[in-house]
DNA sequence: TTTTTTGCAAAAGGTTTGCAACACG
DNA sequence: CGTGTTGCAAACCTTTTGCAAAAAA
């Protein structure tokens, strides 16, 4: 709880009891990415989906959350921190945390890079064995 | 248009006015990753919507194109060739192509990384000066 | 001629928005 | 108490689907 508190200091978001809900989910330990739907879910009616779309979304602005492209129909959410990819079996949807670095970029018309995403996509081992 | 009918080849899809159309908007020069939407519009009445998702779809699966995902509302594809990510500037939507390999992988419960997605987000030099 | 593909229109699914009631600070 | 936030319902937008007519092989 006190990792919440912390979370939102300073960030000119209001401690709402939603909130706070939303935020523990992501707290979890080792938490995969999560759409609005799964929160909205693992919340059981504490908050409202436009509000869980909404806060989503206002979290990630704040640099608490961090947005996860996984080819999946939904815009998937992660804590933003611990810098990480992902790995996606394509057959049963596991995801594993990749750590993964890339070789310098060259790019002339840029100025800035603020971010970027990197996933892969395969078969796990265990959909491999079925 | 040979290039179409190569394209085609032996991938039994049959050959029609739409699928040429369609195909022939991605053989352009340098052209950027398309959405359904500019498809569409790059028709100009020569295909339906439905028959362009369908379509993109379909060149996909046949390997003809290939998702990239700009954190953008829909979903672009570009030619499945010449293997590269993209910058995307998140002002103005400029795209600039990315030559780019990243370190191996230490992935312990994958068997086979079929694909993967490396795209950056960031300012243009033009942008940045406005 | 047989099978696939197309166009149209309707439906689906994720996400956004307007607005009045409500709650944080 | 005032302003930001919530819930609800409706709207939105991209994408998918059913089906009869049209076109490819």
Redesign the interface.
């Known amino acids: 709880m006190d990792q919440i508190y912390k979370i939102f200091q300073g960030k000119s978001i209001k401690l709402t009891t939603q909130r706070k809900a939303i935020a523990r989910i992501f707290l979890g330990k080792h938490c995969p990415p999560q759409d609005a739907e799964s929160v909205f879910k693992g919340l059981q009616g504490k908050a409202d989906k436009a509000t869980v779309f909404r806060n989503l979304e206002i979290f990630e602005s704040a640099g608490i959350l961090r947005?996860v492209?996984l080819?999946k129909d939904s815009v998937h959410y992660e804590l933003n921190a611990n810098h990480h990819h992902h790995?996606v079996?394509?057959s049963c949807g596991?995801i594993?945390a990749?750590?993964?670095?890339?070789?310098k970029?060259?790019?002339?018309?840029?100025?800035?890079?603020?971010?970027?995403?990197?996933?892969?996509?395969?078969?796990?081992?265990?959909?491999?064995k079925g």
């Open positions: 947005k492209d080819q790995a079996c394509t596991l594993e990749v750590k993964c670095t890339f070789r970029l060259d790019l002339s018309k840029f100025r800035e890079i603020k971010d970027h995403s990197m996933e892969f996509f395969g078969i796990c081992k265990s959909c491999a």
